[in-house]
């Protein structure tokens, strides 16, 4: 799996675990709390929850921290990005250009065959 992806299912664990808990501790919350703005949890699993949370959190820094060029100054992640660029667009024009061999090999052996038929049936 590629780094991007990795982020990007850490970050949607992390989405999943913050909708997961405030989910779990409005469920817990007593029907009267003392404030009627902040409900009131059971500590242990609010801390389990935290906990939870902040192991995700350290698991995103970690991939971000890993990302290709993150340490690189941004006008150097530029430069390799325009150089990346370059490069698939002298890929696209390589590949454009198999494309057009392929065609004409194609119909080169579209005309052979063809050939191949008619000199068959004509001896036939």
Do not use: C, W
């Not at 299912?9 to 675990?17: E, F, G, P, S, V």
């Not at 609010?46 to 192991?55: F, P, T, V, Y």
């Not at 024009?93 to 050939?115: G, I, P, S």
């Amino acid at each position: 799996m590629d780094r991007l992806t990795q982020l990007q299912d850490a970050i949607d664990k992390m989405a999943l675990l913050f909708v997961s808990s405030l989910d779990h501790l409005t469920k817990i919350a007593p029907l009267v709390p003392l404030d009627p703005n902040v409900p009131v949890v059971s500590t242990d699993s609010a801390q389990e929850l935290a906990l939870d949370i902040s192991r995700q959190a350290k698991e995103l820094e970690a991939l971000i921290d890993n990302l290709p060029g993150i340490s690189q100054t941004p006008e150097a992640q530029i430069h390799d990005l325009e150089n990346l660029a370059q490069q698939n667009a002298d890929a696209t024009v390589e590949y454009e250009m198999a494309v057009q061999e392929a065609k004409e090999l194609l119909q080169d052996v579209t005309f052979a065959l063809r050939r191949i038929a008619e000199d068959q049936s004509i001896r036939s």
